[in-house]
């Protein structure tokens, strides 16, 4: 054997997602990322966690997203949120390595495109529009 041939091991890794994470790419999504399928975010009042859109998925809270064409709608909470960003990293598409090497995230590396990769992930499981 020439010592060339490889093998790949699988491991897990643990990421660690902040409430300002959460925030910041929240903001993204809804800022330009989402708006090109998603006409509208709508935060439900009796499930109001905070006094901004973005900040309900950190804290617990919900918002329903709704189809731009359509009538269809689904609703993003912070375990859908939480899979979306472990999709997200699974499937390679976090092309500006926003995933640091002590699993922390550096968001100014996740753009709009990133943020609306991991709301669809949330959502759908992956990535339906664009």
Do not use: P
Request: proline share 0%; aromatic share 8%; net charge negative.
């Amino acid at each position: 054997m020439n010592g060339k041939k490889t093998h790949e091991i699988s491991i897990g890794r643990t990421v660690k997602v902040t409430q300002q994470d959460i925030d910041d790419i929240m903001v993204a999504a809804l800022e330009g990322g989402i708006d090109y399928w998603c006409q509208e975010a709508e935060v439900i009042e009796e499930k109001r966690v905070a006094d901004w859109g973005h900040e309900q998925i950190a804290r617990g809270g919900v918002l329903i997203l709704h189809d731009a064409e359509s009538d269809d709608k689904w609703e993003l909470d912070l375990e859908k949120f939480l899979n979306g960003v472990k999709l997200w990293i699974q499937n390679g598409d976090d092309r500006y390595h926003a995933l640091q090497k002590d699993g922390t995230l550096d968001c100014c590396e996740i753009d709009s495109d990133m943020a609306d990769m991991i709301v669809q992930y949330a959502i759908f499981g992956e990535v339906q529009f664009g």
